[in-house]
């Protein structure tokens, strides 16, 4: 459960000061799948940022299940990345000099989870996502929609309660860009908290609840039933 | 993240940057030969002086006449008397003491040689037997001033001499002529060549009585003396004073050197002009520290977006400190490491050039050569790793 109230973020970009998110409240519950729609500046990603734990908001509070996190130490907020949010990005971020295995393990490995179980549950990973045969294939010996699989696969090897997926088909044709979300889909519906940002209007209706930002505030907030 | 993950993760990151991990390993590398390299120069040039001390004598006294410092007033000057000469009687004086093992008195001068129609200037040694024994000269063939014969005419020729003199025959037994008197050659020196500047090749040795009426002289330019052992030196020191001060009237006018203590100052000379150069080559280490703490500024700065991800996906500040900083500690240390292995080699093929050069870097040199080498290594991976810690994760991340 996320509970955001009256969250409020700043940007100073030389003398002007930018309100990127402007006093936004939202409460998104367990298990749902939300997108996040608006045009560029609008405060999206910013918002999904917030969400992730990356970014600070200058004021209003930030409630994770129950828990207050916007007061917690960088240390424990990095834990609970670690330990409850994956993120999916536009342009994957893989580490160009590791494998695919690699980059699925680095959750892991964080983690300080022992070497034997790593090993176990990448397998697992590579086999969900039908990335056996590209286990040691580097990211620039991989499609972009395997690249953006090794990514999910990286999101989800610590089973997360939250994936946040900043623009996650933005770089991917429209077929691959599909299956993407065919993937996160299915995450969603194992019972994880899908929360998707894009400014594409097909992908934003495929989502059970839309909400559309401009200027740092939400414009609208409704619930959708994809056809 | 655990330890062994750490150092497994930053040495994959310095494997996928073959070159410039290769580059500043070099760097290092270097540094750390060098300072082994010229130490053990520097080292071996001082145990190189040693050895030549002692190939002129072990536990040796040399007492000379005259005094070599100024202290109180001289008596002397009043009554216009010079001081007194050391004489033989003073040198048996000093052999009878029980500290001393053997003296040799010691008279040199140029004298002409002369024999089978050649002739050439020589130096001239007068001593007695112990001589040989004393300044660690040995005899190729012959004996010289044997019991018995203590008063004869023998004379030992320079190893050079003998082959100059006596080309194609025996010169043990041959009639010399030195200066207005005849000897009997009953000695070769074995080729010694030069050591202290002294080429003992080209001398010839006579017992002390002819030397002194061939200079026409009672008083002796020196007296070695050996002493039983080293820890005797001092109280052998003392006594000679002691003595020679008694037999000349209660006047201190006598010198006496030991060879410890130009040995001493010149190990002392030697030793510090060792420190000054690995000082010098510790220089290459502190540039080559700088040049890993570039080189880990620039990796922050094009792995900005791999650090953006960490974040995101759960490292903390300190995680991602410790790999940077552990990165910096591998390229130092494979430098340490390669660099000592270098420097070992550099100073085999120095003792291969220069035979008579023990190059051996000293232990101190190699283990502070190493641990300036992690030490530079650590301070320049501080920064870095600091400010890749402290990155901000979303504007990390929009970086490509």
């Known amino acids: ?227 | 993240m655990t330890l062994p993950d750490t150092l497994q993760l930053s040495f994959k990151a310095i494997m996928s940057y073959r070159l410039r991990s290769l580059l500043i390993v070099f760097a290092m590398a270097l540094g750390v030969a060098a300072v082994i390299v010229l130490t053990a120069l520097g080292d071996g040039a001082r145990r190189y002086v040693v050895n030549q001390f002692s190939s002129i004598g072990t536990n040796l006294l040399v007492v000379l006449p005259g005094r070599a410092e100024t202290s109180g007033s001289f008596p002397g000057a009043v009554l216009g008397q010079t001081p007194r000469d050391l004489t033989l009687k003073d040198a048996q004086l000093v052999g009878r003491l029980p500290q001393v093992r053997r003296y040799a008195p010691l008279n040199v001068g140029v004298a002409e040689l002369s024999a089978a129609n050649r002739l050439r200037e020589v130096t001239v040694l007068g001593s007695n037997a112990n001589l040989i024994p004393i300044r660690h000269m040995q005899l190729a063939q012959g004996s010289f001033l044997t019991q018995g014969s203590a008063q004869s005419a023998q004379i030992v020729l320079g190893a050079k001499l003998a082959s100059e003199f006596f080309p194609r025959s025996q010169a043990i037994g041959q009639r010399v002529r030195l200066g207005e008197n005849r000897f009997l050659v009953s000695g070769v020196l074995v080729l010694q060549g030069e050591s202290m500047g002294f080429n003992t090749d080209e001398v010839v040795i006579i017992p002390i009585d002819y030397a002194q009426s061939l200079f026409n002289t009672t008083s002796l330019f020196r007296v070695l003396v050996e002493v039983n052992s080293r820890s005797e030196i001092q109280s052998a020191k003392q006594a000679v004073l002691d003595t020679l001060k008694e037999s000349h009237d209660g006047e201190d006018d006598i010198t006496v050197i030991t060879q410890d203590a130009i040995l001493a100052t010149f190990d002392r000379i030697l030793h510090a002009l060792t420190l000054a150069v690995a000082g010098i080559a510790a220089i290459s280490l502190i540039v080559a520290g700088v040049l890993i703490m570039n080189v880990m500024l620039v990796a922050v700065n094009q792995r900005t977006a791999e650090i953006g991800l960490l974040k995101a996906i759960g490292a903390t500040a300190a995680d991602i400190r410790r790999l940077f900083f552990v990165e910096a500690l591998w390229l130092s240390l494979a430098g340490a490491v390669i660099g000592f292995i270098l420097g070992q080699f550099g100073s085999l093929l120095l003792r291969f050039a220069y035979p008579q050069l023990p190059a051996w870097a000293p232990v101190w040199a190699s283990l502070a050569g190493i641990i300036v080498a992690l030490i530079a290594g650590i301070l320049a991976s501080l920064l870095p790793a600091s400010r890749a810690a402290r990155l901000d994760p979303v504007k990390a991340l929009g970086k490509k």
Do not use: W
Not at chain 1, 74 to 81: F, L, P
Not at chain 1, 93 to 98: A, D
Not at chain 1, 146 to 152: C, F, L, N, S
């Open chain 1, 1 to 227: 459960m996320i509970d955001l109230t009256a969250i409020t973020r700043i940007f100073h970009m030389g003398d002007q000061v930018v309100r990127a998110l402007d006093d936004v409240s939202v409460r998104i519950s367990s298990g749902e799948y939300v997108s996040i729609m608006g045009p560029s500046g609008s405060g999206k990603s910013t918002l999904l940022n917030i969400i992730g734990l990356l970014d600070k908001p200058n004021s209003g509070n930030y409630a994770l299940d129950g828990k207050n996190v916007t007061a917690l130490s960088e240390n424990e907020q990095a834990q609970i990345r670690r330990e409850k949010i994956g993120f999916v990005f536009q342009t994957f971020h893989l580490v160009p000099r590791l494998t695919a295995a690699e980059n699925i393990e680095l959750p892991l490995i964080l983690g300080g989870i022992p070497p034997k179980d790593r090993c176990l549950r990448v397998d697992a990973a590579l086999l969900a996502f039908e990335l056996q045969d590209r286990a040691q294939h580097r990211p620039a010996e991989l499609s972009g929609g395997q690249r953006q699989r090794v990514a999910i696969a990286r999101a989800t090897i610590m089973q997360p309660t939250v994936i946040l997926a900043d623009e996650p088909t933005g770089n991917l044709d429209h077929h691959i860009g599909g299956e993407v979300m065919s993937l996160l889909e299915k995450l969603y519906e194992s019972g994880t908290t899908l929360i998707v940002v894009t400014h594409d209007r097909e992908l934003g209706a495929r989502a059970h609840r839309q909400i559309i930002m401009r200027d740092g505030k939400i414009l609208t907030d409704q619930a959708n039933d994809p056809a």
